[in-house]
């Protein structure tokens, strides 16, 4: 599996935008990008999936460069209620026995 | 929303003492995961499993622990042992395929499991 670098933490205010970015420099061309949220004391959600571009859903956007190399989440109008850690995970689609390997993620407070 | 369900939410248990974790995974998904996660450290992988068998696990997974699919419905973790390093927030997952194939893993809500 492909290693991920991500910041350890963030702070943002209520109501502003928020991007995380994750390298994985040593991306496979079958690798696809992944996130997932843990709020406290619950398990990890997915969040978003990509492999290229830009994907979007109603939770938030990802980004993803032409070399793949990294891919930012973008989270809109962030609330208090988003206060959580954000795990970016990379792997390939095409692999039979690939369980999900979580990093230390990014712990994202967000302020009143 | 469809999820996993996990029971119960806290448990705790003597050292040395058996424990078993259940599970209901979500009822059209073919895979089954255990996770732990020790407080303020990361999500890490235990085992999956698929067709009643383990798939994959990881060195965490010792001959202390065992997995098991007992009926149509339940997917249990055992410790035969338990250890005070043992104490942690179990998190069983499922999913309609394989890790990255496409489909996320649905986790529930986790069994904390303290050891004295």
């Known amino acids: 599996l492909a290693k991920t670098t991500q910041p350890i933490s963030m702070d943002s205010y209520e109501g502003q935008e928020v991007n995380i970015t994750c390298s994985h420099n040593?991306?496979?061309?079958?690798?696809?990008i992944t996130w997932y949220q843990q709020f406290p004391s619950q398990g990890p959600r997915f969040i978003i999936q990509g492999y290229k571009t830009k994907v979007t859903n109603e939770v938030a956007s990802l980004f993803i460069p032409a070399d793949r190399k990294s891919s930012t989440l973008s989270l809109p109008r962030v609330s208090l209620s988003d206060t959580a850690v954000y795990y970016c995970?990379?792997?390939?689609?095409?692999?039979?026995?690939?369980?999900?390997?979580f990093g230390k993620g990014t712990r994202l407070s967000v302020i009143a | 929303e469809p999820e996993v369900t996990q029971t119960p939410s806290h448990q705790v248990t003597q050292m040395g003492q058996e424990v078993i974790l259940r599970c209901v995974p979500i009822?059209?998904?073919?895979?089954f995961y255990w996770y732990r996660q020790i407080l303020g450290q990361k999500v890490e992988f235990l085992v999956s499993?698929?067709?009643?068998?383990?798939?994959?696990k990881s060195e965490i997974f010792d001959d202390q622990f065992s997995v098991e699919r007992p009926d149509g419905s339940n997917f249990t973790l055992k410790i035969r042992s338990t250890k005070l390093e043992d104490s942690a927030m179990y998190f069983c997952a499922s999913s309609e395929s394989q890790g990255f194939r496409g489909t996320e893993a649905f986790f529930g809500q986790g069994t904390r499991l303290t050891v004295v």
């Open positions: 499993f698929y067709n009643n068998e383990i798939s994959e």
């Open positions: 040593n991306i496979a061309t079958n690798d696809y």
């Open positions: 009822s059209n998904h073919l895979y």
């Open positions: 995970l990379v792997g390939s689609r095409n692999s039979g026995n690939t369980p999900l390997v």
